[in-house]
């Protein structure tokens, strides 16, 4: 019997082997190592794996391999944006359902709201970015997908000035600028209280949020009054270690005299 070896993201083993599992559920793990999983399965051929969409590539250790990361609409993309098997890491922890509106208010080239509307199946999606090009970059990227245009709104904006109605998202799901690549922590700490603030703003009382960034210290910061957070991974992405936050609202207290 062949072994499959998966390469993923690190840090993102959980993700990935309970999709290899809940898509083939007789594979049988046979070896964790840095970065890859390799498993056996019966009766099953390289070609058949390509509905893996957390890992980045698949190698039939005998027959060569297959990337798993690439996506037929991603036809464009932005400087520092995130890899569709990562975008789907994230969308698959923000635990997505039918009723979701997902917010990606810095969605650069619109992977993370794509891959929500998907593979999700989500209700509805608002991507937005500051930036014209991205905007242009992701108008290309959702017409390759062929969702439906009443699936998504695609808009130009700052975080700071956006104009969704109160308590209307249900998840936010986003890749925040790291101030490396994109902006510096100066910038950052303007930017990331305007993000919780419109977080405050925009989310449902029992929304959540996950959130990839590098600005660790800034972003538990700029949340600590409103928000509860958790670390539900440190992924590698391009040799740093982001963490990837759940955030949620702090649960309302009630006071009886
Ligand atoms: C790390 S990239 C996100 C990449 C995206 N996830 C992707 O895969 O294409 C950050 C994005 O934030 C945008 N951005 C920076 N400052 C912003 C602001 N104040 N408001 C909205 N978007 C902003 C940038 O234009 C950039 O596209």
Redesign the pocket.
Known sequence: MSIFRLSIVLGTEEVVEKELLSKFPKAEIVGRTKGKIDFQVEGRVLGDFSSLLSPLRIQDTNRGDEDLYKRGWRKA??P???NPSL?YVLCDLAELNEDDVVLD?????S??PITAVMYFGIKKAFA????GK?VDISLENWKASGVKKDKFVLFR????TLKLSPKSITKVIT????GIR??NHEMNKK?YRNFAFKLNRLLKDDGSAIVLTQEKELFEEVMKNDFEVSVEMTPEVGGLRPNVYKVTRKSVKYFVK
Do not use: R, W
């Not at 937005?128 to 930036?131: A, L, R, T, V």
């Not at 904006?157 to 700071?160: K, Q, T």
């Open positions: 993309f932005v520092a944006g995130i975008a208010p810095f969605c650069g080239g992977t993370i937005s970015d500051i930036s991205a904006s700052n975080v700071s890749n925040m600028p790291f994109v902006g930017l």
